[in-house]
């Protein structure tokens, strides 16, 4: 059956409305209807509304807004209906109120005009700062004050953008030329070198005739004219634009080769599209429905896409090319058809499958021409036309009234006695009906007698002409409210040309019209504005010659009107270099420019001069208007302040200390070089860059709070802090003050940084040697008490050993047991032993020369200490084994002092293997180049971890429990090394065990 899912999407589809000529013709107009005030209207109004300065007038007794001119508004991001409910309070932010509020009762009493640097705030929030020039007046009894805006920002912006438009001619891509009154070429750019050897031209040569004779008439009509040339295979496109005044012609060239090939071909397939359309018909066929035999003439093919040959003329052919959703309800027509024996032809609307796969519309009609004494159908005859393009209007109306229903403008279609058969709801709702109520009803019905008069007269020239554009009617609503409609119409004709339907649009144009006469009213309250301005107000026209002055002008330079510009204001014979109201003329833009001008008196003054184009409705040039300011005394302070600048620039430059300012997102705003220097980045780079793209996380977090917290509180500190610079850790003294503006704001903060990282580096140094005396004291403290302890035991042990051996001598002679015998023998050699361990504390103690004092042997040493510490290895299942130590060569060195390095080395082993099996240390011996030993004591024991084999040296350090060791035999032993004239290191490894090295010279007895 019929795809009407499919219709209804295709329907759905919206298309821009834009497109509608009609309609932008509409808009053009109503933008027209808003200019048509008279030329000085419309002159005071443009200069109003397009100075390059904002306009505002504000109530002096209660600082609200009485206009503003519309570059005020768009500075400040209102509309101008907007800021009439606004005053000062509203444009500027609450913290400098204060300042602004007594500048602008300043101005309103005249004691000043120039309020400079005033904050003002846009509708989204965001501040710039402007130049307030004010002046007050009076208008009906009260007080106003008129400020003009200056944003400096905007000016810079001007000034880059005619920068750029000086370079335009010769970077262009497409030729540029430039040719006087008389044919002769003065200027052309790099893209015309084909042009210029096409033409066997040169600078200062004349144009060939017939573009000399364009040329010279587009100079005297004043009107853009176009010329086609075709230069070496390319086809370009001359536009000739005069410039009347200076009897200049400025010629634009586009290469449109590529476009005119697009043309042709173009115009060849419309010719094989046209020739295709007047060979359609109709496609024939004729179905035997007993033998289902089917005949198809050749326009069945070719209406498909197919040569006649390609394409079957079966039934079958024809039903499997049937779109899927249509073949049911195909069948079902032609069945109920010949099943009732209808004596009229059936229709239907299908779609068939072309040879590219895509479906086109086709009308089918078919009758039955025969049938059997039965009644049963036996042959049926018909036709198959292409609709496709007919669907395609269909869906283009569908999508038309799809698109009108909800459009913001009224749509109306009537037939040709007025009656209406289609209205949109914006239509409607302009004569306060709706779109149900107006349907079916006459043109008379919502009209007056004296407007249907008007509405007949429309009716009449639509007929005739088949449009009309830009036609105001007043029209009355079903309240009796009367409005201005902007209609346009059109006449709908049928495929014969005949007309059938009248359609319309209006557009509610009251309330610009209402605009106008507004607008009118105000002419008079411009011109007072104009009048009182402080700035120079001229206007000129095309040629250069003065229009208008404003009295500012007339009591600076007195009456010029009439006069050249440039002999009234310069006292020049021709237009100035660089005159902003040539730019203007050139390129339809505002300029800006700034001069240095000889008053009457014989005072210099500077000038700064805005330049915008003055247009017609039309949107063409017809004058220029210029504003410009004083701005001498601004040139002076610029000159004092960046003298100033220069100064601070250089000292703070040339300063030994890190200077940066930062703002309170941590974000660089200035670095002086040095910060640079000691950065190690390039002097390009640091703009934009914060702390922690600069300083690693710690310490940027650590700094950026310091700072934050000057900028908020407004006081400076001082502070001692670490930071790292270039993977280094440094140390500053940091001054940290708040930077302020003009009015004393914080807002930035000044750090101040000296690198004191070798003064601290010398108090920890210091430090570290008062650290260590104190540990030499106490280590000599330590011997003291050894000696005095030593020689305090000495004496009773000497007494106990006598009494012992006394008692001995007794008992032999007397006889005695012999178990009391051999306990006092056994006492005797713990005595014994006693005083041997009393005579090594004597010896520990005792202060060794620090001379080599003999020849020694360390084999003999070696085993001496072995066999002194046997017991105590003994007792923990410990053993030591010496290798290769009596093949070592003797060496000079204190005796006692051997003796000591390998006590300590050895019982440091035994205390560290805690008692466990399996435990051992060897001692072994190597003779090295240079007249050097190496002493190996390698042990089992576990090992030293590494946060403590890193102080293993040092004085009283010990792992061991509190009471079980001092601290102080591997000290001893670096000392002894040291003193010795060698060298000693540690290996180990936290689990396996740990080696001593020691690297002892071999001195002979001279050495």
């Given at each position: 059956?019929?795809?009407?899912?499919?219709?209804e999407?295709?329907s759905?589809?919206?298309?821009?409305?834009?497109?509608?000529?009609?309609t932008?013709?509409?808009?053009?107009?109503?933008?027209?209807?808003?200019q048509?005030?008279?030329?000085?209207d419309?002159?005071?109004?443009?200069?109003?509304?397009n100075?390059?300065?904002?306009?505002l007038?504000?109530?002096?007794?209660?600082k609200?807004?009485?206009?503003a001119?519309a570059?005020?508004?768009?500075?400040l991001?209102?509309?101008?209906n907007?800021?009439?409910?606004?005053?000062?309070?509203?444009?500027h932010?609450?913290k400098d109120l204060?300042y602004?509020?007594e500048?602008?009762?300043?101005q309103a009493?005249g004691?000043?005009?120039?309020?400079?640097?005033?904050?003002?705030?846009?509708k989204?929030?965001t501040?710039?700062?402007?130049?307030?020039?004010?002046?007050?007046?009076?208008l009906?009894?009260?007080?106003?004050?008129?400020g003009?805006?200056?944003?400096i920002s905007?000016?810079?912006?001007?000034?880059?953008?005619?920068?750029?438009?000086?370079?335009?001619?010769?970077?262009?891509?497409?030729?540029?030329?430039?040719?006087?009154g008389d044919g002769k070429?003065l200027?052309?750019?790099?893209?015309?070198?084909?042009?210029l050897?096409?033409?066997?031209?040169?600078?200062?040569?004349i144009l060939?005739?017939?573009l000399?004779d364009?040329?010279?008439?587009?100079?005297?009509?004043?009107?853009?004219q176009?010329s086609?040339?075709?230069?070496?295979?390319?086809?370009y496109?001359?536009v000739?634009?005069?410039?009347?005044n200076?009897?200049?012609?400025?010629?634009?060239?586009y290469?449109?080769?590529?476009?005119?090939?697009?043309?042709?071909?173009l115009?060849?397939?419309?010719e094989?599209f046209?020739?295709?359309?007047?060979?359609?018909?109709d496609?024939?066929?004729?179905?035997n429905?007993?033998t289902d035999?089917?005949?198809r003439?050749?326009r069945h093919?070719t209406?498909l896409?197919?040569?006649?040959?390609?394409?079957?003329?079966?039934?079958?052919?024809?039903?499997?090319?049937?779109?899927p959703?249509?073949?049911?309800?195909?069948?079902?027509?032609?069945?109920e058809?010949?099943?009732?024996?209808?004596?009229?032809?059936f229709?239907?609307e299908y779609?068939?499958?072309?040879k590219?796969?895509?479906?086109?519309?086709?009308?089918?009609?078919?009758?039955?021409?025969?049938?059997?004494?039965?009644?049963?159908?036996?042959?049926?005859?018909g036709?198959?036309?292409?609709?496709n393009?007919?669907?395609?209007?269909e869906?283009?109306?569908?999508?038309?009234?799809?698109?009108?229903?909800?459009?913001?403008?009224?749509?109306?279609i009537?037939?040709?006695?007025g009656?209406?058969t289609?209205?949109n709801?914006?239509?409607a709702?302009?004569?306060?009906?709706?779109?149900?109520?107006?349907?079916?009803k006459?043109?008379?019905?919502?009209?007056?007698?004296?407007?249907?008069?008007?509405v007949?007269?429309?009716?009449k020239?639509?007929?005739?002409?088949?449009?009309?554009?830009?036609?105001?009617?007043?029209?009355?609503g079903?309240?009796g409210?009367?409005?201005?409609?902007?209609?346009?119409g059109?006449?709908i004709?049928?495929?014969?040309?005949?007309?059938?339907?009248m359609?319309?649009?209006?557009i509610?144009?009251?309330?610009?019209k209402?605009?106008e006469?507004?607008l009118?009213?105000?002419?008079?309250?411009?011109?007072?504005?104009?009048?009182?301005?402080?700035?120079?107000?001229?206007?000129?026209?095309?040629?250069?010659?003065i229009?208008y002055q404003?009295e500012?002008v007339?009591?600076?330079?007195g009456?010029?009107?009439?006069?050249?510009?440039?002999?009234?204001?310069?006292?020049?014979?021709?237009?100035?270099?660089?005159?902003?109201?040539e730019l203007?003329?050139?390129?339809?833009?505002?300029?800006?420019?700034e001069?240095?001008?000889?008053?009457?008196?014989?005072?210099w003054?500077?000038?700064?001069n805005?330049?915008?184009?003055?247009?017609?409705?039309?949107?063409k040039?017809?004058?220029?208007?210029?504003v410009?300011?004083?701005?001498?005394?601004?040139?002076?302070a610029a000159?004092?302040?960046?003298e100033?600048?220069?100064?601070y620039?250089t000292?703070?430059?040339?300063?030994?200390?890190?200077?940066?300012?930062?703002?309170?997102?941590?974000?660089?705003?200035?670095?002086?070089?040095?910060?640079?220097?000691?950065?190690?980045?390039?002097?390009e780079?640091?703009?934009?860059?914060?702390?922690w793209?600069?300083?690693?996380?710690q310490?940027?977090?650590?700094?950026a709070?310091?700072i934050?917290q000057?900028i908020?509180?407004?006081?400076?500190?001082?502070?001692?802090?670490?930071s790292?610079?270039?993977?280094?850790?440094?140390?500053?003294?940091t001054?940290?003050?708040?930077?302020?503006?003009?009015?004393?704001?914080?807002i930035?903060?000044t750090?101040?940084a000296?690198?004191i990282?070798?003064?601290?580096q010398?108090h920890?140094?210091?430090?570290?040697y008062?650290?260590?005396?104190?540990?030499a004291?106490q280590l000599?403290?330590?011997?003291?008490?050894?000696?005095?302890?030593?020689?305090?035991?000495t004496q009773?042990?000497?007494?106990?050993r006598?009494?012992?051996?006394n008692?001995?001598?007794?008992?032999?002679?007397?006889?005695s047991?012999?178990?009391?015998?051999?306990?006092l023998?056994d006492s005797?050699?713990?005595?014994?032993?006693?005083t041997?361990?009393?005579?090594?504390?004597?010896?520990?103690?005792r202060?060794?020369?620090?001379?080599i004092?003999k020849e020694?042997?360390?084999?003999?040493?070696a085993?001496?200490?072995?066999n002194?510490?046997?017991?105590?290895?003994?007792?923990?299942?410990?053993?030591?084994?010496p290798?290769?130590?009596?093949?070592?060569?003797?060496?000079?060195?204190?005796?006692?002092?051997?003796?000591?390095?390998f006590?300590?080395?050895?019982d440091?082993?035994?205390?560290a293997?805690?008692?466990?099996?399996?435990?051992?240390?060897i001692?072994?011996?190597?003779?090295?180049?240079?007249?050097?030993?190496?002493?190996?004591?390698?042990?089992?024991?576990?090992?030293?971890?590494?946060?403590?084999?890193?102080?293993?040296?040092?004085?009283?350090?010990?792992t061991?429990?509190?009471g079980?060791?001092t601290?102080?035999?591997?000290?001893?032993?670096?000392?002894?090394?040291?003193?010795a004239?060698?060298k000693?290191?540690?290996?180990?490894?936290?689990?396996?065990?740990?080696?001593?090295?020691?690297i002892?010279?071999?001195?002979?007895?001279d050495a």
């Amino acid at each position: 059956m019929r795809d009407r899912r499919n219709t209804e999407a295709e329907s759905s589809r919206e298309t821009d409305i834009s497109h509608n000529p009609s309609t932008r013709d509409e808009q053009t107009e109503i933008q027209r209807k808003k200019q048509q005030p008279q030329l000085c209207d419309h002159i005071f109004e443009t200069i109003f509304n397009n100075t390059a300065d904002g306009i505002l007038v504000a109530d002096v007794e209660n600082k609200s807004f009485f206009m503003a001119n519309a570059r005020l508004s768009k500075m400040l991001l209102y509309s101008s209906n907007e800021i009439k409910n606004l005053g000062i309070i509203d444009i500027h932010p609450e913290k400098d109120l204060p300042y602004v509020m007594e500048q602008f009762s300043l101005q309103a009493r005249g004691e000043h005009s120039l309020a400079k640097d005033i904050p003002v705030m846009r509708k989204d929030g965001t501040v710039f700062y402007a130049d307030v020039n004010s002046l007050p007046i009076t208008l009906d009894g009260r007080k106003f004050l008129i400020g003009i805006f200056r944003d400096i920002s905007d000016r810079k912006k001007a000034i880059e953008q005619i920068n750029m438009l000086a370079r335009f001619p010769s970077e262009n891509p497409n030729p540029v030329l430039r040719i006087s009154g008389d044919g002769k070429i003065l200027y052309a750019n790099q893209a015309c070198s084909d042009l210029l050897e096409f033409w066997n031209c040169e600078i200062g040569n004349i144009l060939p005739p017939e573009l000399s004779d364009t040329a010279t008439k587009s100079l005297k009509t004043a009107e853009l004219q176009r010329s086609e040339i075709n230069c070496g295979g390319k086809i370009y496109e001359l536009v000739f634009t005069p410039i009347k005044n200076v009897k200049i012609i400025n010629i634009y060239g586009y290469d449109i080769t590529e476009h005119k090939k697009a043309e042709d071909a173009l115009k060849q397939s419309e010719e094989k599209f046209r020739l295709a359309m007047e060979a359609t018909n109709d496609a024939l066929w004729d179905w035997n429905m007993v033998t289902d035999e089917v005949y198809r003439n050749p326009r069945h093919a070719t209406m498909l896409g197919y040569q006649p040959k390609e394409l079957s003329t079966s039934q079958e052919e024809w039903e499997k090319r049937i779109h899927p959703d249509d073949k049911d309800y195909v069948f079902q027509i032609i069945e109920e058809y010949a099943k009732n024996e209808r004596t009229n032809p059936f229709e239907i609307e299908y779609r068939l499958k072309t040879k590219t796969g895509d479906y086109i519309w086709v009308l089918g009609r078919g009758k039955i021409v025969s049938y059997n004494n039965e009644g049963m159908p036996l042959r049926m005859i018909g036709t198959n036309t292409d609709i496709n393009e007919r669907k395609k209007t269909e869906n283009e109306l569908k999508k038309f009234k799809a698109i009108a229903d909800r459009a913001g403008y009224g749509v109306g279609i009537c037939n040709l006695k007025g009656n209406i058969t289609y209205v949109n709801k914006s239509m409607a709702q302009m004569y306060e009906t709706t779109t149900e109520e107006a349907m079916g009803k006459n043109l008379s019905f919502f009209h007056s007698k004296e407007q249907l008069e008007n509405v007949n007269r429309l009716n009449k020239k639509l007929i005739e002409k088949g449009n009309y554009v830009f036609e105001e009617l007043w029209r009355t609503g079903k309240s009796g409210r009367d409005f201005c409609a902007l209609m346009n119409g059109t006449l709908i004709k049928d495929s014969k040309g005949q007309p059938q339907l009248m359609a319309c649009t209006a557009i509610d144009i009251t309330e610009h019209k209402k605009m106008e006469e507004e607008l009118f009213k105000e002419k008079n309250r411009l011109q007072s504005i104009l009048e009182v301005m402080d700035s120079f107000v001229t206007i000129r026209d095309l040629n250069y010659t003065i229009l208008y002055q404003n009295e500012a002008v007339m009591r600076l330079l007195g009456n010029q009107i009439g006069k050249k510009c440039y002999k009234a204001y310069e006292r020049k014979e021709s237009i100035c270099e660089g005159c902003p109201v040539e730019l203007a003329y050139t390129d339809g833009k505002s300029h800006i420019s700034e001069r240095k001008v000889m008053l009457p008196s014989g005072k210099w003054i500077y000038l700064e001069n805005i330049a915008n184009p003055m247009r017609d409705a039309n949107g063409k040039i017809f004058a220029c208007l210029e504003v410009a300011t004083d701005v001498t005394e601004r040139k002076k302070a610029a000159d004092t302040l960046r003298e100033s600048e220069e100064k601070y620039r250089t000292l703070v430059e040339s300063a030994g200390e890190a200077i940066a300012t930062v703002d309170a997102n941590g974000r660089f705003l200035f670095m002086n070089q040095t910060a640079i220097k000691r950065l190690g980045i390039a002097p390009e780079n640091y703009m934009g860059k914060t702390m922690w793209d600069l300083f690693p996380k710690q310490y940027a977090d650590n700094q950026a709070s310091d700072i934050q917290q000057v900028i908020k509180s407004g006081q400076g500190m001082n502070r001692f802090v670490a930071s790292e610079i270039q993977g280094e850790q440094r140390w500053y003294n940091t001054t940290i003050e708040p930077l302020r503006d003009a009015r004393g704001n914080v807002i930035a903060a000044t750090v101040i940084a000296r690198d004191i990282t070798e003064i601290k580096q010398t108090h920890e140094k210091l430090d570290r040697y008062r650290e260590e005396m104190a540990r030499a004291e106490q280590l000599a403290s330590v011997g003291t008490l050894s000696a005095t302890a030593a020689h305090e035991l000495t004496q009773p042990l000497t007494v106990i050993r006598l009494l012992i051996e006394n008692a001995l001598k007794k008992l032999e002679t007397i006889g005695s047991d012999q178990a009391i015998t051999e306990k006092l023998k056994d006492s005797l050699d713990e005595v014994s032993n006693i005083t041997s361990v009393v005579e090594r504390l004597r010896r520990f103690a005792r202060k060794t020369s620090g001379k080599i004092s003999k020849e020694v042997d360390l084999y003999l040493v070696a085993s001496k200490i072995i066999n002194l510490l046997y017991g105590s290895a003994q007792q923990t299942g410990f053993t030591i084994h010496p290798e290769n130590m009596e093949k070592l060569p003797h060496i000079y060195s204190n005796d006692k002092d051997m003796e000591q390095l390998f006590f300590s080395l050895i019982d440091n082993a035994i205390q560290a293997s805690q008692n466990k099996q399996n435990r051992k240390l060897i001692i072994s011996g190597t003779c090295l180049k240079n007249k050097q030993i190496e002493l190996s004591f390698r042990d089992n024991c576990g090992g030293i971890s590494t946060e403590n084999l890193e102080r293993i040296f040092e004085p009283f350090f010990t792992t061991k429990p509190p009471g079980q060791g001092t601290g102080l035999g591997l000290c001893i032993v670096q000392d002894i090394v040291s003193r010795a004239g060698g060298k000693i290191r540690v290996e180990s490894k936290l689990g396996e065990g740990t080696t001593f090295i020691i690297i002892l010279p071999i001195n002979d007895e001279d050495a």
